[in-house]
């Protein structure tokens, strides 16, 4: 599969060689098109503002994925409008133009041009990172380390007499041809849009899968689907498995799931055979056989219900459906973001000065020094930091005791009982300043020290030991003063749901997400509902 992918991505930049060559001579053609004379005179005469947006177009297309998601007339309004502000301030010329009318045509063919080169260059960068899904999960295997940590297991279970369950997972849009289904080697001979569509499928599947398995099940691709190995599971464990990736599935993709089944040891006693009676066994799911099944917890790597976990992912479906980053959009996005955080910080910091000055005076007369409460928190890459905020409790407050929680995967980690709006710890001022946000605001100068950025998930409170394998995805990006998961579920209490959304976040980080989750930031603000 690996194979094909890498065919693909060789065809895609070879289409892309030639539309990148196309633009070239387009910007070349639409720069020198003034030197172009009859009789002496100019042919055409453009303003400034002709060569300023055209820039920006090109510019903001390749910086901006998210953009070839917006419809096409959306965004040509948009240029009409920057073309309509420039035409007035960079020339001063009167609005009314022979030319402008040739000049939004010029703009509508960069448009589709840049718009077209950007939804291939983002096809081409999703198809490289996908060949391994390894923007699913790093627990997905390859098959030969996925078959050798298989047989290990098996020995392993079979001094216990533990059970295993094998679960073949396929996403099909047409049920009577699924069966049909292409070799590798015939892949190579379809359309680039259907191998693009069955590797989409088999990404998505995996992301599913394992939001709904632990983290020491076996996860491989196989095939033109996924195979998972349900470690110490029964019939039963797996038809639960199967039913909520089903009800997955059926609220997302609108796709029809395929599965088949073996058992260990009932079916088989190596995990070559049991492979291929899962495979024998494929089969459309029959989810009217399974209803009673959701009721039960998942007992995944996050102790969230199913339910709950269904519901995130209701809620967060405008996220998911944003472009996909690549390495490329995340290198060019990186420095950007941090140029954008120390520039907001600094501006915030000075804007607000008077308003820190009053806070800290009211700090001080309520209840003495210190003004500023510091806490460690972990930051990016398990690396600890000093985070500043205005004290809110008593001087002589004392910490709550956390409390001590097994994860179903043996790991031990602390949690903190949750802020209550009655703490008899909390002072009246500090009362309405965490109303109101207001003490976050030193954590500016968190973000403008590069300890901090404005946005991304909140900073954890306990060391990297303690952290799970899950939880250190949010290590991977700086913590933020707000985030998506404040902007989203503000009032969710549960931990390991707001770990959710940060995972959300990280996959889906853009300058598009931080300015949407800005504005939702402020509108939370402003209905006093905090950040």
Known sequence: MATDNVTTVTKSLNYLKVLSIIVMLWFIAIFSVERITIDGSALVNFPNSMYVVTIIIGMLFLIFPNLQRISFWLVFAGVFAAEFALYTILDQPNFVSTTLAFQMGLHAVTLSLMRSLSINLHRVEEGIDTINLTEASSHILEYDEAMRLAKEEIFSLQQRQRPMAVVYCLLSSDDSDFLNLPSSEDILNQNLNQMYELRKRQVELGRYIMGLTHVGDIIFEYRNGI??????????????????????????????????????????????????????SLAVYDAEEDQTLGASPITGDVRVGFEERLNIELASDWVNKLAHQSATSR????????????????????????????????????????????????????????????????????????????????????????????????????????????????????????????????????????????????????????????????????????????????????????????????AAVLRKTGV
């Open 331 to 522: 290198s060019i996005y990186r420095p950007i973001k941090r140029t954008m955080d120390v520039a907001v910080s600094a501006g915030i910091l000075l804007l607000i000065s008077p308003v820190l000055g009053v806070v800290a005076l009211l700090i001080y007369l309520n209840d003495g020094r210190p003004i500023f409460f510091r806490q460690t928190r972990v930051g990016i890459g398990g690396k600890d930091f000093a985070m500043y905020k205005f004290r809110s409790m008593y001087r002589d407050a004392k910490p709550l005791e956390p409390v001590i929680v097994r994860l179903p995967d043996g790991t031990i980690r602390e949690d903190y009982p949750e802020k209550t709006e009655d703490d008899p710890r909390i002072t009246p001022i500090g009362r309405f300043i965490r109303k109101w946000s207001i003490d976050e605001l030193p954590q500016l100068l968190n973000v403008f020290k590069g300890d901090m950025s404005l946005i991304g998930p909140r900073p954890s409170s306990w060391g990297l030991e303690k952290h799970t394998l899950l939880q250190t995805a949010r290590l991977s990006v700086k913590p933020g003063i707000t985030g998506l998961w404040q902007v989203s579920a503000r009032d969710n209490k549960n931990f390991d749901e707001r770990l959710l959304w940060d995972l959300k976040y990280v996959q889906k980080m853009s300058l598009s997400l931080d300015l949407l989750i800005l504005l939702r930031t402020f």
């Open 227 to 280: 195979v998972v190995c349900l470690l110490e599971s029964s019939e039963e464990d797996a038809q639960k498995f199967v039913y909520r990736l089903h009800r997955f599935v059926h609220h997302f993709q609108q796709l029809t799931l395929w599965v088949g089944q073996a058992m260990y040891p009932k079916d088989s006693l190596s995990i070559e055979n049991l492979l291929q009676v899962a495979t024998n």
